[in-house]
């Protein structure tokens, strides 16, 4: 994976850790990506209001975490696209209903 610091440079953000992993639907294809920025240290959270939370990197059980919530993403991501497709050939059928060639 490559990094590119422009985004951060236009935003004014901070890039500090990142992980990505792989939408896979349920005949394992790639669908799409899924990416965490900034992971945010368990103790820091527990700090109280007004601190500024401390960055961490990810570790190899977050990337596991993630890509298990890959594979369901991307398979309700397709599901949710053959749903669309159904409905518009449908809507198509409705429409062309009644007409002659």
Do not use: W
């Not at 953000?13 to 669908?31: D, E, H, Q, Y």
């Amino acid at each position: 994976m490559h990094f590119s610091p422009r985004v951060d440079q236009l935003l004014g953000f901070i890039t500090r850790s990142v992980v990505c992993v792989p939408l896979l639907n349920g005949n394992n294809r790639i669908v799409g990506a899924i990416e965490l920025i900034n992971k945010v240290a368990p103790s820091s959270m527990a700090s109280g209001e007004g601190t500024i939370p401390t960055s961490t990197a990810f570790t190899e059980m977050d990337r596991v975490i993630l890509s298990s919530i890959g594979v369901f993403t991307g398979i309700a991501a397709e599901n949710v696209d053959n749903l669309i497709t159904m409905a518009d050939q449908e809507l198509y059928q409705c429409k062309n209903l009644g007409k002659t060639s």
